[in-house]
Structure formats: structure tokens, C-alpha cells
């Protein structure tokens, strides 16, 4: 039989042309918010705190009667020692969202906790001291929705002297004065989603001017963060949402009473509801 020439391709580096092409890998997320695990205080650390412990227990019974939508349920704080505040701390932990409400010449600190809807409210003054401690049973905590009551302000649209580079934000602008004007509570959100729309960077210069800046800041973390800023106007929320390499992934402006991405959903207030009449029974 005759031999047959089979060639032989080379492979490895260097084998195969170099067209000065580099291969460049996806950046890889950086990281998330997690939960940590919330260390309990044994029953015996907490027999000589009753004030912690009574707390507890209007705690277990605010959340077990408590339903989306209802009044913000407050539970005093300012009585306690500072021992009894670090063991609720302790035990209540650090949720996902943070809130700062800006009023009346000082600031309202808001923390969720682990139980989504239980959240540790503090007034603080210009000097950094504490004027009011409380936690809250609600959805969303009642001065976020006392910062967002309707006035009779009026949105300016008009087109008079508009600087160089602005093509779409007038548009924007009237849309969103007309849905304010019509707005009603309970009324379903009414988005207007930015990533989409062919907007320069005067678009979103005038937008900003235009809409101001509000009381509230709402940071929600997870798998990346979803920042929400009230505008000067009740019920206009501008919404961005960034992934875990913070890169603005969404941009949209909202007319709503509060944005349905900020508040407690009624599954996990059940869910935290079941937390608290665990927590209660060690304790009890």
C-alpha cells in the first residue's frame, strides 16, 4: 500500500497567525449585598433588660396586625438605656434599604432591619445628636410618606431660552406635568423609561433643573443598587438602577405616590411576622 501525507497543524502558542487582537474577558461581578446572620443574645442576656423584652413583645403583636397599606405602627425607643438599644440592634440587624428624609432643619435616618418592614427610625439634628429613636411597622416609613404630600407647586414647561443641545426634554416635560396634574392617590404608576429615549447629556441637564431635588433618598442594595430620589414635586420619583459593577443599567422617572420598588411587599412582612413570633417564644 502507498503511505498517504496526512500534514500536520501545528497548535499551542505561537501556532497561529497574530492578527494584534486581544481576547478580553466580561469583567466579573464584584459583589452583592447579602444578609449576615443575625448572632441572637442568649435568653439569660436578656432576662435583665424587661424594657427590651416588652418591646419585643409589642413588636410581635404591632406586626401580626399589621397590613400593606395601614398606618405606620411606631414603637417608642427613646426610654431605653443603651444596653437595651445595642441588644435590639443585635437582634433586628441591617436590611437592604436605607432612607434619609431631610426636614424641618434636620435629618430622619431610616434602616430597615432583617424583618422587611420593621425599620429603626432616628431623628437627628445639624449637631449629630439623636432627638428621636423609634422602630416602625409599616411599608414604608410614615415620614417618607409625610415628606411626599401633594402641593399646589407647578412644573415650569415653558420653552422660552432653552440652551443649546436640548431636543427632547421639553416633550418629557409637558408629559410629566400632565400626569402630575391628573395624578390621583392609589393611582398606578405612570413610568417614562430615560435608557430608551434619545436624550443628550442637556436633556438630562434641564431635567434635573427642572424637577429639582426633594426631601427623600432611598437606597435599595442587592445584586447591584437601585437608587431613588424625590424630585421637588410629590409623587415624581426619579429611579436609577445600577448592577453589581455600579454601570447605570436603568434610568426611568415615576409619577407615583411611593415607588412600588421601595416598599415592603405583603409576602415578606408575613414572612417577617413569622421571624418575630420565633425571636418572642426564645425570649418569652
Not at 409589642?58 to 417608642?76: E, N
Not at 407647586?153 to 443649546?164: I, K, Q, Y
Request: negative net charge; charged residues 25%.
Amino acid at each position: 500500500m502507498k503511505s498517504i501525507d496526512i500534514p500536520v497543524a501545528g497548535i499551542g502558542p505561537g501556532s497561529q497567525p497574530d492578527d494584534g487582537d486581544q481576547f478580553e474577558f466580561t469583567d466579573m461581578p464584584r459583589g452583592m449585598f447579602r444578609h449576615d446572620l443575625v448572632s441572637l443574645p442568649e435568653p439569660e442576656d436578656i432576662a435583665n433588660l424587661p424594657a427590651a423584652c416588652r418591646l419585643l413583645l409589642d413588636l410581635k403583636a404591632a406586626i401580626d396586625g399589621y397590613r400593606c397599606g395601614d398606618p405606620a405602627i411606631r414603637l417608642d425607643m427613646n426610654g431605653l438605656g443603651a444596653q437595651e438599644r445595642d441588644l435590639l440592634a443585635q437582634i433586628l440587624g441591617e436590611g437592604e434599604v436605607s432612607i434619609t428624609v431631610e426636614q424641618d432643619g434636620h435629618r430622619i435616618q431610616i434602616q430597615e432591619s432583617v424583618l422587611t418592614g420593621v425599620w429603626r427610625v432616628q431623628a437627628i439634628d445639624t449637631n449629630d445628636r439623636l432627638l428621636d429613636d423609634a422602630l416602625e411597622i409599616a411599608d414604608i416609613s410614615a415620614a417618607v410618606r409625610s415628606a411626599c404630600m401633594a402641593d399646589d407647586r407647578h412644573l415650569d414647561t415653558s420653552f422660552d431660552g432653552l440652551p443649546e443641545g436640548v431636543q427632547n426634554a421639553p416633550a418629557l416635560l409637558v408629559e410629566i406635568s400632565d400626569q402630575l396634574t391628573s395624578h390621583q392617590p392609589d393611582d398606578p404608576a405612570h413610568v417614562i423609561n430615560l435608557t430608551l429615549l434619545p436624550l443628550t447629556n442637556e436633556d438630562l441637564i434641564l431635567l434635573g433643573e427642572r424637577l429639582g431635588v426633594g426631601p427623600v433618598t432611598i437606597l435599595s442594595r442587592g445584586y447591584g443598587n437601585c437608587r431613588i430620589g424625590s424630585t421637588a414635586f410629590p409623587g415624581l420619583w426619579w429611579i436609577k438602577y445600577y448592577n453589581s459593577q455600579d454601570a447605570l443599567i436603568l434610568n426611568t422617572i415615576e409619577i407615583v405616590d411611593i415607588p412600588s420598588v421601595a416598599l415592603a411587599a405583603p409576602e415578606d412582612i408575613e414572612a417577617s411576622a413569622e421571624r418575630v413570633n420565633e425571636i418572642a417564644e426564645l425570649y418569652a
